[in-house]
């Protein structure tokens, strides 16, 4: 049985969803998968639906997949009111408008006409078409649509009463107390509504000069979603759905509130003990000191958030300091507003060392603040190279050091934040075996040429050696491990297949998208505390386990559409470290749902084997357990 991957990845957001109801889980730890829910459901309306959405709206797979999400919709939305009483339990009370006293609501009056009234857009009906994805707006009119009132995204869409600490009143129900403010003096009703647009932006292949244009042009994506509020007047709705071209289906009544991501705000002010304890990352002695002396000491593997990803950070800031450091090359991918590794290439430019930087524009909804990167590096000396025809999505940071270079290689993206919240393997080596082919990866990306690393794998050779390794395993006394986000590619799924028909034990995590599962694989998705985002695969080759990382997922898209890397683990030590976090997760009760032939899937909850928890991290990194009981150092 094939999943379409539209329907699969919606299956892991109704795994997000059931977060909500985790026992094990803080209140506010609970609140905040609701918020994740919200804006993964955005991005499945704007992204992730774009194939069938285009091509075919009328089928039944795409009928299927907008009821899996309405039916996700009417159950967020009864848990949000589930959670109401649970957060006044806590402290923290959502109002209604009737609950405020006098004085509150002359307060709110003032507060609407001064910052909230004066960036408020009051759009005609005419306008309609120009409907921005995501935002928030009410309609009104006398009998027939006359108005839509667009509040901008920085006011915050709860409101916290002064003097009633943790006691909030929604935005939407200040406007429509006093409606007569953004309408010239007339009362009206206003009705919430929402829509989310395909982002077309995402399926073009545009270079740095194009993108200010492309990035101008994005409204003019279809949009996909259209969310009223369940009083919204029928004849309303209808008009504004013919006008966008969308299907009967293509709408959804919600009680008010829309868009819960707004629940973020509770999560994040609320009191600290009704969240996860911060986690205490394990630093690498002596490595924000001098990482190339460690690093000259042998391969250094960690697996972030559970070895601190402040690592990165120390050898960025080291070779931008370091006077014996010639040459940084780096490539960037969802590199967030603040971050170290982008300000030390800067430093390390100014300083007169050769950097250049393979700064990827294309990276969905983070195109804007890509452009402002590319602006800064240019004008602080860093060389921004071309993009290729095709998307580069490898992590590697590579630095000559007098007569020796060293690498980093990641599976996740060089992100503060992703940092603290994604579990990453993290590799650091000056092994020449890996530092000349990202010598290599640069200089062909730099001469517009498609790199072709001697050890490491890129492109359609990530396909392949996966392929032959897995059917390498293809008996009774074989192993596979394979660790990833999405796993859709026909040909490695058949060689699973083929492997598991023969005997051999296989053994998939799949965070998200997993569109074939045979009935003798083993199949999970972990989904917890941290977002697993780690790409990793081991074999059994007879005893000798082999193990590789990298930067991608087993899709088309990454083998034939980007630049990856993907790369062994060469030293014992690491070697051992990510098969015992791999053995770990294979055998989670805590975290971990089971998927099934048959497309349905199951929780795994409330047992004792946790690969989250943060000691048996503490513990896994000092002294691993291999698949075969024997320990090892690691740092």
Known sequence: METPQELSWLQFNRRVLDQTRRADFPTLERLRFLAIWASNMDEFFAARIWRPFVQGRRTEEYRALLEEARAQIQRAETNYRAFLPELEGLGIRIVPVRALTRPERAYFGAFLAEEVAPR???????????????????????????NLLRVPESIPRLVEIPGRDNTYVRLGELLRLRADLFLAGRSARLYELRVVRVAAIDQMRIDWDELPAALESRL???????????????????????????????????????????????????????????????????????????????????????????????????????PAVTAVRATLYRIGDDNVLAESLIHAARA??????????????????????????????????????????????????????????????????????????????????????????????????????????????????????????AHAGGHVILKCNHLTDRSVLAALREAANAGARVDLLVRTTLTQIHPRVHARSLVGRFLEHARAA?????????????????????????????????????????????????????????????????????????????????????RPRTAGGARREVA
């Open 120 to 146: 408020t857009d009051v759009l005609r009906v005419e306008a309609l078409r120009e409907v921005r994805s995501r935002a928030l707006y009410f309609a009104s009119g006398a009998g027939v649509l006359e």
């Open 220 to 322: 003019e994506g279809q949009v996909s979603h259209l969310e009223v509020e369940r009083d919204f007047p029928p004849h309303w709705a209808e008009a504004i759905r013919q006008a966008f071209g969308l299907e009967p289906e293509e709408v959804v009544r919600v009680m008010p509130p829309l868009d819960l991501r707004f629940l973020s705000r509770i999560v994040n002010h609320g009191p600290a003990h009704h969240r996860f304890a911060p986690l205490q990352a394990y630093k690498v002695p002596g490595f924000d000191r001098d990482p190339f002396s460690r690093i000259d000491r042998g391969d250094l593997l960690l697996y972030h958030p559970y070895q601190s990803y402040a690592a990165v950070e120390d050898f960025a800031r080291a070779m931008a300091a370091d």
């Open 352 to 473: 007169g060392k050769d950097v250049a930087v393979l700064l990827e524009a294309r990276a969905r909804f983070d195109e804007l603040t890509n452009l402002e990167w590319a602006l800064r590096f240019q004008n602080s000396g860093v060389r921004v190279l071309r993009l290729p025809a095709k998307k580069v999505h490898a992590k590697v940071i590579f630095v000559v050091r007098g007569r020796r270079a060293y690498v980093h290689l990641g599976t996740g993206n060089y992100n503060t934040l992703n940092g603290r919240l994604y579990t990453d393997f993290s590799l650091f080596s000056s092994d020449r075996r890996l530092t000349v082919d990202a010598k290599g990866f640069f200089d062909a990306l730099e001469a517009g040429q498609a790199p072709s690393p001697h050890l490491m794998r890129t492109g359609g050779r990530v396909r392949e050696l996966l392929v032959a390794r897995i059917r390498g395993e």
């Open 538 to 622: 081991a074999f059994r080759r007879a005893g000798q386990w082999e193990v590789w990382a990298g930067s991608l997922d087993a899709m088309p898209r990454n083998f034939d559409h980007r630049y990856e890397l993907f790369f062994p683990i060469l030293d014992p030590r690491a070697r051992d470290y990510v098969l015992a976090e791999l053995t770990a997760q294979v055998a989670d009760d805590v975290n971990a749902w089971e998927l099934s032939a048959d497309g349905s899937q199951a929780p795994r909850w409330g047992g004792r084997r946790d690969a989250q928890r943060a000691d048996d991290h503490r513990r896994r990194q000092g």
